[in-house]
């Protein structure tokens, strides 16, 4: 690789080594790039790097021609879904394997090709210059810290996680770096004999992953099992946690069926249903989950109560004659309608639970299932509030909380 003058070190009289012709460019921009050494901006003379034959041996395996065979470089920027105008991360680009071609995908973008090793720096600055590639950007990081910038949309993370030893505190710094809405695309090598790849005791098995990426607070997006044959490939997204904060969604995960078809006669608590019979479907796809279940008996059933009506911050609850705060209450017009309910589990037939103390309309959507356990959950000597003093002893429902009223 020619020897560019942008970090070049040599002696104060010594004459300006010879520049090579650049070679056609490949980037969409006319405008020659900058010359400025990225290495001399981090304050690191290139002086005191390794040999070049030493690291010319390290970029040419890495660079080595059947290494596409296996890596599929093209099929993965592919699967990246990028438009051309984005910012990519390249994150331990090492000799710029990936980042060249993202530059060519990101035309109307920007590639920040990041690495620890100040070698591997001077080396993409050096590419990228013959190159005449205007949108890569050649940064060098500390070993701790991803320096990731803010503005990226997307990051890619190659064969780089295993080499990282704190890699939770890592990951985190990566979580606040990018901006929300952001994406970080993982590669790493499967579990087994490999032909390629680090030993076995380096890799770190996809359930690893997922723990480490969800613990950094990403999301798993999507997953490409199939596109590497000897790694994994996975994508995740940075979410906005404000937006979370405003909007939640969660999906059914079964249906309540009873013999109660409207509010109005309806037990107001389970423990005043007394033997009424119901059971719970749950959908198939999560029937595993019920192992060892049927070892309790009683299980919290939580619920959308779909027929509830509207939010009503003051109500007069069944149990009394006087209006109450919501929060101070079990009513159902509640901002968020669930419902919850302790039954009596009788059985668990396949992806059915049969139950007892049935205290919820039929046909209402499921969205979760917990055991009850009495040293959690039965506090003796708690204080209920004006609940201790009820006037009313009505133990069943009305229509008043009704959305069909």
């Known amino acids: 690789m020619t020897q560019l003058g942008g970090c070049k070190s040599s002696p104060a009289n010594a004459p300006a080594a010879p520049v090579s012709p650049p070679r056609p460019a490949h980037s969409a921009h006319s405008s020659q790039p900058p010359i400025d050494c990225p290495l001399r901006k981090a304050g690191i003379d290139p002086g005191s790097l390794k040999p070049f034959e030493e690291t010319q041996k390290y970029i040419d395996f890495l660079e080595r021609p059947d290494r596409a065979t296996w890596q599929k470089p093209d099929e993965v920027v592919a699967a990246l879904g990028l438009t051309g105008t984005e910012t990519v991360a390249d994150v331990g680009a090492g000799s710029g394997y990936f980042s060249s071609r993202l530059a060519r995908v990101v035309p109307k973008g920007r590639v920040v090709a990041i690495d620890v090793e100040p070698e591997m720096i001077r080396h993409i600055h050096h590419k990228s210059m013959e190159e005449q590639f205007t949108n890569v950007d050649?940064?060098?990081?500390?070993?701790?810290?991803?320096?990731?910038?803010?503005?990226?949309?997307?990051?890619?993370?190659?064969?780089?996680?295993?080499?990282?030893?704190?890699?939770?505190?890592?990951?985190?710094?990566a979580f606040r770096e990018l901006k929300p809405g952001s994406r970080l695309a993982l590669i790493e090598f499967k579990e087994g004999t490999l032909p390629e790849g680090?030993?076995?005791?380096?890799?770190?098995?996809?359930?690893?992953?997922?723990?480490?990426?969800?613990?950094?607070?990403?999301?798993?997006?999507?997953?490409?099992?199939?596109?590497?044959?000897?790694q994994t490939f996975l994508v995740f997204a940075r979410p906005d946690r404000e937006a979370q904060m405003k909007e939640i969604t969660y999906r059914p995960i079964g249906v309540v069926h009873s013999e109660f078809v409207k509010q109005e006669g309806?037990?107001?608590?389970?423990?005043?249903?007394?033997?009424?019979?119901?059971?719970?479907?749950?959908?198939p796809a999560y029937a595993p989950a019920l192992k060892d279940l049927e070892g309790m008996e009683r299980i919290w059933v939580l619920y959308h109560?779909?027929?509830?009506?509207?939010?009503?911050?003051?109500?007069?609850?069944?149990?009394?004659?006087?209006?109450?705060?919501?929060?101070?209450?079990?009513?159902?017009?509640?901002?968020?309608?669930?419902g919850i309910s302790v039954l009596r589990l009788i059985a668990v037939k396949g992806n059915r639970l049969e139950v007892e103390g049935m205290d919820i309309l039929d046909g209402t959507p499921l969205l979760d299932i917990k055991p009850y356990v009495p040293q959690f959950d039965a506090v003796e000597a708690s204080r209920a509030g004006w609940f201790d003093h009820a006037k009313k002893k009505d133990h069943a429902a009305d229509a008043r909380f009704d959305s069909n009223r």
């Open 266 to 283: 309806t037990p107001i608590q389970s423990v005043f249903a007394g033997n009424a019979k119901g059971y719970i479907e749950l959908d």
């Open 198 to 230: 680090p030993p076995e005791r380096m890799k770190i098995p996809r359930s690893g992953l997922l723990r480490l990426m969800q613990d950094a607070g990403f999301v798993l997006q999507s997953e490409r099992p199939d596109l590497l044959p000897y």
């Open 138 to 173: 050649a940064v060098l990081a500390p070993l701790d810290d991803p320096s990731i910038p803010r503005e990226s949309d997307l990051v890619l993370i190659c064969d780089v996680l295993h080499h990282v030893e704190a890699r939770e505190a890592w990951l985190a710094k």
């Open 305 to 338: 109560l779909d027929r509830a009506a509207p939010y009503q911050p003051l109500v007069v609850p069944y149990l009394d004659d006087s209006k109450h705060g919501l929060f101070a209450t079990r009513s159902p017009p509640r901002p968020n309608p669930i």
